[in-house]
T-cell receptor
Framework: EAGVAQSPRYKIIEKRQSVAFWCNPISGHATLYWYQQILGQGPKLLIQFQNNGVVDDSQLPKDRFSAERLKGVDSTLKIQPAKLEDSAVYLC???????????????FGPGTRLTVL | GENVEQHPSTLSVQEGDSAVIKCTYSDSASNYFPWYKQELGKRPQLIIDIRSNVGEKKDQRIAVTLNKTAKHFSLHITETQPEDSAVYFCAASRSGDTNAGKSTFGDGTTLTVKP
């Protein structure tokens, strides 16, 4: 099966500029996650969608970050304006609805490496 | 919220030796504990997972143990090979409720297997 797709793979911007990342999950996966992975750290959950609804966004810096999943499939994560500390890899992951408890595995995309100068 | 601590941060072993990585978690409601392997420049991939109703799970050279009382779980890799070199992340989450799937990750262990 096709994996999670993300674009772009790399992005370099100046601080205070805006940037957007795109994710296409595995077909049929209702749950979609955006993670921020700073170098040397584990992925930190920014936002979790179940279909087109937000399940958790408690760690999303809402003054500058926004995300949407309008039709319950693709998702976009935006940063506006970017700060130096936003430099990180942004990972998208998807999973099958976890009500089927044996299918909690998250499948990750290749990530977008963001550098803010 | 959940807090996951992972130790050690770096681990170097000789090929053929065993490697053990340990994680502790804080939320007693967490019931799903996956381990991911991330090779340099690549995406994390699930290598093994365990649920809270099981104390141990094994898959060839990899095993995971869980102590719910102490709230810690460990990854064991036996007969290590150079291709096991990577960063390993543990995670803890709840499954089967409205918070399903929300994973809190440890900060990773960089495993180096020397030939």
């Amino acid at each position: 099966e096709a994996g999670v797709a993300q674009s772009p793979r790399y992005k370099i911007i100046e601080k205070r500029q805006s940037v957007a990342f795109w994710c296409n999950p595995i077909s049929g996966h209702a749950t979609l996650y955006w993670y921020q992975q700073i170098l040397g750290q584990g992925p930190k959950l920014l936002i979790q969608f179940q279909n087109n609804g937000v399940v958790d966004d408690s760690q999303l810096p809402k003054d500058r970050f926004s995300a949407e999943r309008l039709k319950g499939v693709d998702s976009t994560l935006k940063i506006q304006p970017a700060k130096l500390e936003d430099s990180a890899v942004y990972l998208c992951a998807s999973s099958f609805p976890s009500l089927a408890r044996w299918r909690d595995e998250q499948f990750f995309g290749p990530g977008t490496r963001l550098t803010v100068l | 919220g959940e807090n996951v601590e992972q130790h050690p941060s770096t681990l170097s072993v000789q090929e053929g030796d065993s490697a053990v990585i340990k994680c502790t978690y804080s939320d007693s409601a967490s019931n799903y504990f996956p381990w991911y392997k991330q090779e340099l420049g690549k995406r994390p991939q699930l290598i093994i997972d365990i649920r809270s109703n099981v104390g141990e799970k094994k898959d060839q050279r990899i095993a995971v143990t869980l102590n719910k009382t102490a709230k810690h779980f460990s990854l064991h890799i036996t007969e290590t090979q150079p291709e096991d070199s990577a960063v390993y992340f543990c995670a803890a989450s709840r499954s089967g409720d409205t918070n399903a799937g929300k994973s809190t990750f440890g900060d990773g262990t960089t495993l180096t297997v020397k030939p």
